[in-house]
Nanobody
């Protein structure tokens, strides 16, 4: 079955950088559109960035455009999120997930979620 393991989070000062990783198994990763999501305390989970199966197309939420970059290595079954110029409002638990189509990633309506990785931006 689908298994997603997020890692790479931590405590970082404002303006700092982090790279998150998502190790995927249980499905054909190279054929799967993928997305990064985040959930801050007291808020709904939101889509941060998404990428097509071969990485030809990406989209980011307006709040992270120009600061976050999503990428993937299909040979390693791994998804990445490079986060630069981090702000306190980026503090959240970050998750990855997959959908049948690139556009279905927008809903975030999935039965399965990994454990996520905590990102805290604070001085």
């Amino acid at each position: 079955q689908v298994q997603l393991v997020e890692s790479g989070g931590g405590l970082v000062q404002p303006g700092g950088s982090l790279t998150l990783s998502c190790a995927a198994s249980g499905f054909t990763f190279s054929s799967a559109p993928m997305g990064w999501y985040r959930q801050a305390p007291g808020k709904e989970r939101e889509l941060v960035a998404k990428i097509t199966s071969v990485g030809a197309r990406t989209n980011c939420a307006d709040s992270v455009k120009g600061r976050f970059t999503i990428s993937r290595d299909n040979a390693k079954n791994t998804l990445y999120l490079q986060m630069n110029s981090l702000k306190p409002e980026d503090t959240a638990v970050y998750y990855c997930n997959t959908a049948r189509t690139y556009y279905r990633l927008d809903s975030g309506a999935f039965d399965y979620w990994g454990q996520g990785t905590q990102v805290t931006v604070s001085s």
